[in-house]
């Protein structure tokens, strides 16, 4: 079976409220299945690697097919929790090391 | 090269300059290099002066536009006598037919755009991107809805944006995609918008190309009309004096 070759997201959460990690993935699991669905989404194989709710960081994993995908579904968040908010990528790697060396956390 | 993005349409209040001074150090902070915020009709060039110093100090290169939303195509082109000298990019409003094919045939309109909730009145079609392509006008797409619009009336959006989408790549019609961000929230990375651009079936080179090339292709022209130097497209004053 072929290796799925996966991506790490660095994220960085622009609002003016603090969230739990919950809120924060219920947030991008409902962006991806508003807008690709629930067979997008269950292709998209997404997971909360890493998240710091107070300085509004997180490092989010999926397959290296649907990375465009979940960048749409991330870039059309605007509420979490039904609080004005929006996600932004600052980081894109195929290791946690070059992530975290690329954000120089 | 380093690509420049561009934002064409942030929608913030101009009169309120702290509103303006953060969303322009945010879009500096994304990584744009250009950023057009509209103005009325009726403006006062003190407040132009203003923004330009604002995108100064953000270290970011303001463009000043106007947006028109004329009824009829004489009050369009009354609109474009009167301020195509007066600002680097025109963008149309198109609510009308008539008014549609006025501004896609007029070379002094940069940008022509629909209504975003009437599905009835987008009238990019066949015949408008033909016109469109022999002049210099480009398709403006503002993402503002994609993030307002849920339900059936993003379902329609997007089916008609990738309609209108296709038909301006059939017509080689340039297509601009801007935030058209009223709020700080709203505004997002070029690669970001980018990757919103998918939605509507722009591949990702056309994409980028939406947010840099296509933009600051239009700044570059319209600057270069624009300066003393102009004289006609490809004639320009490069000396003046008793040298000459």
């Known amino acids: ?105 | 090269m380093k690509r420049t993005y561009a934002d064409l349409h942030l929608c913030v209040n101009f009169n309120n300059l702290e509103q303006v001074s953060r969303a322009v150090t945010r879009a500096s902070r994304f990584g744009y290099g250009l950023v057009a915020i509209p103005f009325p009709p009726r403006f006062a060039e003190t407040q132009v002066k203003q923004l330009q110093r604002i995108c100064e100090d953000a270290g970011i290169e303001f463009v000043s536009r106007v947006d028109l939303r004329p009824q009829t195509p004489e009050e369009l082109l009354n609109g474009l006598r009167r301020l195509r000298r007066k600002f680097e990019i025109i963008a149309v409003l198109c609510e009308s037919k008539n008014v549609a094919r006025q501004a896609a045939k007029d070379r002094r309109v940069d940008l022509v755009s629909f209504p975003q909730f009437d599905f009835r009145r987008r009238f990019f079609d066949a015949a408008e991107a033909e016109l469109a392509s022999c002049s210099l006008a480009s398709f403006e797409i503002d993402m503002k809805p994609l993030f307002t619009l849920e339900g059936a009336a993003r379902i329609r959006l997007l089916s008609s944006l990738r309609r209108e989408a296709a038909t301006a790549k059939e017509f080689r019609v340039p297509i601009v995609v801007s935030s058209g961000a009223s709020d700080e929230l709203l505004m997002r990375k070029p690669m970001d918008l980018a990757a919103l651009a998918s939605l509507f079936d722009l591949n990702g080179e056309s994409a980028i190309e939406a947010v840099s090339v296509n933009p600051a292709a239009i700044v570059k022209r319209n600057r270069e009309k624009l300066s003393s130097r102009f004289v006609a497209p490809g004639i320009r004053v490069i000396r003046r004096g008793k040298d000459c």
């Open chain 1, 1 to 105: 079976m072929k290796r799925l070759k996966r991506r790490y997201l660095a994220l960085t959460i622009d609002s003016h409220e603090t969230f739990g990690s919950t809120e924060f993935i219920d947030a991008i699991w409902a962006a991806v299945s508003k807008l690709y669905g629930e067979y997008g989404a269950s292709r998209a194989g997404l997971s909360l690697i890493d998240y710091d709710g107070e300085r509004k960081f997180a490092i989010i994993r999926t397959i290296h097919t649907t990375l465009e995908m979940v960048r749409t579904a991330l870039a059309s968040i605007t509420k979490i929790s039904n609080k004005p908010a929006a996600v932004h990528v600052l980081a894109v790697s195929g290791t946690l090391k070059a992530l975290y060396h690329k954000v120089k956390v």
